[in-house]
């Protein structure tokens, strides 16, 4: 997502992944199979670790962090659900070469599964952050856009792909609905 709102991917650029690692520091961070060049699409639908880190490495560490931020990560969703962790987001300016390279495939922060929810729901969403609430909603709760409406559909046309045949989840596909 940050990489599409920065400007730094669109959904037809391609990304070097060969030789299928990346040395990130001391670190070298590698994929289950070489994909040689791909596109964002792809990235996903493969669970491309070293096209993660070349991305995240393209976009500027404040505008990383601030989306992971703004979709909740590293704060509380205040649902009201007792003693919900706050999870952990480091700030930018702390961030080593290795953080970036991590906080892109899924580490380097801590979140719980509602937290993590909120943060796919701006993306099912059309870019709205709103709310979360474990007791339905009357009317219109409101919300904050996070995202451009266009980076959320892309990002959805691309994140179904991972259910899809040929993809890293197709165990988790739903007879009926679409799942990103």
């Given at each position: 997502?940050?990489?599409?709102?920065?400007?730094?991917?669109?959904?037809?650029?391609?990304?070097?992944?060969?030789?299928?690692?990346?040395?990130?520091?001391?670190?070298?961070?590698?994929?289950?199979?070489?994909?040689?060049?791909?596109?964002?699409?792809?990235?996903?639908?493969?669970s491309?670790?070293v096209g993660?880190?070349?991305?995240?490495?393209?976009?500027?560490?404040?505008?990383?962090?601030?989306?992971?931020?703004?979709?909740?990560?590293?704060?509380?969703?205040?649902?009201?659900?007792p003693?919900?962790?706050?999870?952990?987001?480091?700030?930018?300016s702390?961030?080593?070469?290795?953080?970036?390279?991590?906080?892109a495939f899924?580490y380097?922060?801590?979140?719980?599964?509602?937290?993590?929810?909120?943060?796919?729901?701006?993306?099912?969403?059309?870019?709205?952050k709103?709310?979360?609430?474990?007791?339905p909603?009357?009317?219109?709760?409101?919300?904050?856009?996070?995202?451009?409406?266009?980076t959320?559909?892309?990002?959805?046309?691309?994140?179904?792909?991972?259910?899809q045949?040929?993809?890293t989840?197709?165990?988790?596909?739903?007879?009926?609905?679409?799942?990103a």
């Amino acid at each position: 997502a940050a990489g599409l709102e920065s400007g730094a991917i669109t959904p037809s650029s391609r990304i070097d992944t060969r030789p299928g690692f990346i040395k990130v520091g001391r670190k070298v961070i590698e994929d289950h199979h070489h994909y040689g060049v791909i596109s964002p699409t792809k990235l996903l639908t493969k669970s491309s670790n070293v096209g993660a880190v070349k991305v995240a490495q393209s976009i500027d560490r404040d505008t990383l962090h601030d989306l992971l931020f703004e979709v909740g990560i590293g704060q509380t969703s205040h649902s009201g659900m007792p003693g919900e962790a706050r999870g952990r987001l480091m700030p930018a300016s702390k961030w080593r070469e290795l953080d970036v390279a991590t906080l892109a495939f899924g580490y380097g922060a801590s979140t719980n599964l509602l937290q993590l929810a909120a943060a796919y729901s701006v993306i099912a969403a059309n870019g709205i952050k709103r709310p979360v609430s474990m007791v339905p909603v009357v009317g219109n709760p409101g919300g904050k856009r996070i995202l451009s409406a266009r980076t959320a559909s892309q990002l959805r046309e691309m994140l179904e792909t991972v259910v899809q045949a040929g993809g890293t989840a197709t165990r988790a596909q739903v007879p009926g609905y679409r799942v990103a």
